[in-house]
Structures are given as structure tokens and as C-alpha cells.
């Protein structure tokens, strides 16, 4: 079983900075694979980052300038620096993670960008 537990979200202002972090197992977090999604309401889970193993980085089309995907092994933590936050930026944040061909998940934090 692979716990990931998420925190950073808020309140922000268009325009303004958030950083998330992903809590994970750390007996196994170096191994893997891990990425950020969001879900606004009423709309489907999208893909935001991935890290490797290795700290590839791929990011949406949508984030791409704006945040950043990184990772501590020694700390267990995934981190999303959000930069130049949009109203269209307001989502649920999952943390995500690979293990044994199975996809894990926390339990999200709110993001919400308004004025």
C-alpha cells in the first residue's frame, strides 16, 4: 500500500504563488514515478506533471512556464511550485504515484484562484 498524503493548497489571487507537497512511503518513495493531476468541477481528471525516477520532467501544455514539478528522496516529498496562478488554475490537486503496475493516489487539496 502506497500512502500519499498532499498539502499546500489555499486560497490565492490571479496572479499569485502556491507550492504543494506530496507526503509519500519512504521505504520506496526513491523508486517512484510521480506526478500531479487536478480536477476542476464538473470535468474530467487532467494530468498537470511527472517526475522520474531519474527527475525527467514532463508538464501540460496548460502549466508549462508557470510550474514547477520536483521531488526531495531525502525528505519523501514530491513538491508543485505554481507560478502566475490563473481563475482557470482552480482545481482539486491529487498527488499520484506508480508502484507494481498500480496507480496510487491521495486525497487532494483544493486549489482556488480568485479575486
Known amino acids: 500500500q502506497v500512502q500519499l498524503v498532499e498539502s499546500g493548497g489555499g486560497l490565492v489571487q490571479p496572479g499569485g504563488s502556491l507550492r504543494l507537497s506530496c507526503l509519500g512511503p519512504?521505504?520506496?518513495?526513491?523508486?517512484?514515478?510521480m506526478g500531479w493531476f487536478r480536477q476542476a468541477p464538473n470535468t474530467r481528471r487532467e494530468l498537470v506533471a511527472t517526475?522520474?525516477?531519474?527527475?525527467?520532467?514532463h508538464y501540460a501544455d496548460s502549466v508549462n512556464g508557470r510550474f514547477t514539478i520536483s521531488r526531495d528522496n531525502a525528505k519523501n516529498t514530491m513538491y508543485l511550485r505554481m507560478n502566475s496562478l490563473k481563475p482557470e488554475d482552480t482545481a482539486v490537486y491529487y498527488c499520484?504515484?506508480?508502484?507494481?503496475?498500480?496507480?496510487?493516489w491521495g486525497k487532494g487539496t483544493l486549489v482556488t484562484v480568485s479575486s
Open positions: 499520484n504515484a506508480r508502484h507494481n503496475d498500480m496507480d496510487y
Open positions: 517526475i522520474s525516477t531519474g527527475g525527467s520532467r
Open positions: 519512504g521505504s520506496i518513495f526513491s523508486s517512484l514515478p
